[in-house]
């Protein structure tokens, strides 16, 4: 009896480990199935994938309307997450919000309309998402674009900084020409970082969580041999000694993986800043030959970098992108592609190329950043950012931003190091 026992939990045992092991080493799943609500049938096509960041891509259609979401794995990558779907539909317009679980709906509309897909921030004036809206509230849901957004701001050394519209890991610098600002939910600082004011900011750069900015030998801040590295979360310098002189035309060719690319075109050199490990190396030389960036490396004549070249991704092979500006992510952090055109600014899930959305549109932007999920924009003096789950809201005002906004903001976000 104790043996039939024992092999009773042994045989559970190895059940439940094998089990384990079957999610565990799990790396993707396809799955089709339907939701009915009210009249209407929703045909949805679930994907999840290990690789893309650990990730569901949840396909929505019913007739001409197509909606698309990607939702983070809180599910175990089980199948079928897709619980129950809100929605309106009327005038030709239909909006929908999934319902996953009773924890995980930290998403936002989507509407559809003439096969074009929209945010919620694009459609909340309409009454029609309003009252999705407010059905929506009554059960209980909540998202902090569909609130008033009101704040006051609270001067710092050179901006007023609206504290309340900050996101929590976010850290934002406006180089000051001698001195850097860094503006975070908690409060502002400021740190010298040169002896010398520099109006054009040519070759300072934020990398990571790292801000570069070389040591200039006078005043006329021309040549360097030195380079600062500024660590804006732990507030500490040091410095590198990069061993030759480069002269005032080095320009910057581009970021990749945490590291920073200067060309020096007097002197036909290419420099690999590494701040993390306050290293360089030389990648580029009249022996060497230069490197380039568009996706991969590539070695190229180092004459061609003397013509100014930044590294860029060649997008040719995307239709949807390669007539638009897309905007260039380095590192594959997120699932998307990110692009403008005309005053428009879209995303482009990498799992369904045909169908983008509308996030927001804009006019009048002097700069545009982007970091993770966010999009940071300039109008005039003032620094804004769109979140799709916060829609968009102004950050800070720095009057000197109206006349000089070349390469001056900059933003890092805690939670993309890695």
């Not at 010398?196 to 021309?222: H, R, S, W």
């Not at 701040?275 to 030389?285: A, C, D, L």
């Not at 594959?332 to 190329?353: C, I, M, P, Q």
């Amino acid at each position: 009896m104790k043996r039939a026992i024992s092999v009773c939990i042994l045989l559970l045992l190895l059940f439940f480990i094998a089990q384990f092991a079957v999610v565990y080493f799990k790396q993707d799943h396809e799955a089709t199935y339907q939701i009915s609500k009210e009249d209407i049938t929703f045909e949805i096509r679930e994907q999840y994938n290990k690789k893309d960041n650990d990730t569901y891509y949840i396909n929505i259609t019913t007739g001409e309307y197509q909606f698309g979401y990607t939702i983070k794995n809180h599910f175990n990558k089980r199948k079928q997450i897709l619980e129950d779907i809100e929605l309106i539909h009327r005038d030709g317009t239909m909006c929908i919000f999934p319902i996953f679980d009773e924890q995980h709906n930290d998403h936002n509309i989507e509407c559809s309309s003439g096969g074009i897909l929209y945010s919620y921030e694009t459609q909340k004036t309409n009454s029609i998402t309003q009252e999705l809206v407010n059905n929506l509230k009554e059960k209980g849901y909540q998202n902090s674009s569909w609130q008033e957004n009101a704040t006051t701001g609270e001067k710092t050394t050179t901006s007023t900084v609206y504290k309340d519209n900050l996101l929590d890991d976010d850290y934002i610098t406006i180089w000051n020409y001698q001195n850097l600002e860094i503006i975070k939910k908690t409060g502002a600082i400021e740190q010298n970082l040169s002896s010398y004011e520099k109006y054009e900011n040519t070759q300072g750069a934020l990398v990571g969580k790292y801000y570069i900015i070389p040591v200039y030998y006078n005043q006329n801040v021309f040549d360097f041999q030195e380079l600062v590295i500024y660590d804006i979360v732990e507030n500490k310098t040091d410095r590198l000694d990069l061993e030759r002189t480069m002269s005032q035309d080095t320009y910057i060719n581009g970021i990749v993986d945490g590291k920073l690319y200067y060309m020096d075109r007097d002197n036909l050199v290419q420099l690999e800043i590494n701040p993390k490990k306050k290293q360089y190396r030389v990648i580029g030389n009249t022996e060497l030959n230069g490197q380039m960036y568009n996706g991969s490396w590539e070695t190229i004549n180092i004459y061609d970098l003397v013509n100014e070249q930044k590294f860029q991704k060649d997008y040719s092979n995307i239709p949807e992108l390669a007539s638009k500006n897309p905007v260039m992510t380095y590192e594959n952090e997120t699932d998307y592609y990110y692009y403008t055109a005309d005053g428009n600014f879209y995303r482009l899930s990498k799992r369904n190329l045909n169908l983008p959305i509308l996030l927001f549109q804009q006019q009048n932007t002097k700069e545009v950043h982007f970091c993770r999920d966010t999009f940071y924009y300039l109008i005039d003096n003032s620094l804004y950012y769109y979140h799709e789950n916060y829609g968009k809201r102004l950050i800070l005002q720095n009057d000197e931003l109206r006349y000089n906004d070349n390469n001056r903001i900059a933003v890092y976000k805690v939670s993309s190091e890695k």
